[in-house]
Nanobody, 126 residues
């Protein structure tokens, strides 16, 4: 089992920045690729949108087109933590953000992830 706890969400104005953190415990953190997903208001769980993913070493990252150039995913395997730096935020970034762990590989598909956090709310005001 892997336990994931997100933090760092909040209310920010358009153009602002937030840094999300996801602390992991349980099985060795560096065995897992990590991803960030988001669920926009009114959307169902199955409609969670891929945001970013990072491989076990941190050497490979991928982003959704909607956040590319604005968001940065990183990880610190010594601290068992993955981060999502979000800059130049827009109202359409408003969502609950979830981190997730994938035992095998980086992926855009939420269904391939094995463990999920409880989510942290990000609200961007216009």
């Amino acid at each position: 089992q892997v336990q994931l706890v997100e933090s760092g969400g909040g209310l920010v104005q358009t153009g602002g920045s937030l840094r999300l953190s996801c602390a992991a415990s349980g099985r060795p953190f560096n065995n897992y690729a990590m991803g960030w997903f988001r669920q926009a208001p009114g959307k169902e769980r199955k409609e969670r949108e891929f945001v970013a993913t990072i491989n076990t070493s941190g050497g490979s990252t991928h982003y959704a087109d909607s956040v590319k150039g604005r968001f940065t995913i990183s990880r610190d395997n010594d601290q068992n933590t993955v981060y999502l730096q979000m800059d130049r935020l827009k109202p359409e970034d408003t969502a609950v953000y979830y981190c997730a762990a994938n035992l095998y590989y980086i992926d855009y598909d939420a269904d391939t992830y094995d463990y999920w956090g409880q989510g942290t709310q990000v609200t961007v005001s216009s």
